[in-house]
């Protein structure tokens, strides 16, 4: 199984429109500090799973050469999460759609005409689509209600993505988080700053440090870090295109 980032970025992407700053400036000159808004990769046995779809979806799926989406889980109804889906629209229809029922209402309530076939799963119970053993997890998201954490139970590795959240997450889903071989977890800010709906680098080392990860990546994140390669952080960042064996 191959997991890839797709987009390692927040809702504005880096570079920001109309930002100049050095990490802005280096992904405009073509460097790695390039992000995209947020999604995974899944392939499996010649199946295609997406988790989460972006509004850089379309250059997303042409640069990992994808053909074909044979699935699409979403975790939350936040828009730098969903708004990517009508650009399946003339390519490929009915397209198997996952996501908790609220999720799934809030999203297809916008992308109604779009030809899709929906799947209702439930928090806290082990699915698997199309070969890929996963589960859902409530996170601490606010303005999103429910938001969800993603656990990928790979014939290698076990990965979490912590999905967008805040620190203060309930104690079954620290439980499923716990002790993976490799961790994915939002860290938006590299300041200290207090967030109201996503932890600060300082937040998440503190919980990913709590959990013990074989290996942790800081994802969802924003211009404010350094250029690529130049932050220092106990954990690295992750990157658009960043691809593992699990």
């Known amino acids: 199984m191959r997991l890839t ?10 570079p920001k429109i109309g930002c100049d700053c050095p990490t802005c400036a280096d992904a405009r000159n073509g460097g790695r500090s390039w992000r995209r808004r947020p999604g995974f990769l899944l392939e499996h046995d010649g199946f295609t799973l997406l988790v989460d779809s972006g509004p ?61 076939i929906r799947h209702e799963i439930s928090i806290y119970r082990p699915e698997e689509i199309g070969g890929i053993p996963i589960a859902l997890f409530e996170v601490n998201h606010p303005t999103a209600h429910p938001t969800c954490g993603v656990v990928i139970e790979g014939p290698r590795r076990r990965v979490v993505v912590s999905g967008d959240t805040l620190s203060a997450i309930p104690e079954r889903s620290l439980e499923m988080m716990r002790e993976a071989d490799v961790l994915f977890i939002d860290a938006i800010s590299p300041t200290t700053q207090q967030l109201v709906k996503h932890m600060n680098a300082h937040q998440a080392l503190s919980l990913a440090d709590a ?11 924003s211009h404010s ?14 990157f658009d295109g960043l691809s593992l064996d699990v």
């Not at 996952?98 to 297809?108: A, I």
């Not at 870090?225 to 992750?238: D, M, N």
């Open 5 to 14: 980032l797709l987009g390692s970025g927040d809702s504005v992407g880096t």
């Open 56 to 116: 850089d979806m379309r250059q997303q799926l042409l640069d990992a050469d994808v053909k074909r989406v044979d699935a699409l889980l979403w975790t939350h109804a936040h828009w730098d999460h969903f708004a990517g889906f009508p650009e399946f629209w003339r390519v490929q229809r009915d397209v198997d759609v996952y996501g908790v029922p609220e999720v799934l209402d809030q999203v297809l309530g916008q992308f109604h005409y779009i030809p899709h």
């Open 211 to 221: 959990l013990s990860p074989g290996e942790c990546y800081f994802y969802h994140l």
């Open 225 to 238: 870090y350094p250029p690529h390669g130049q932050a220092t952080s106990k954990y690295p960042l992750g």
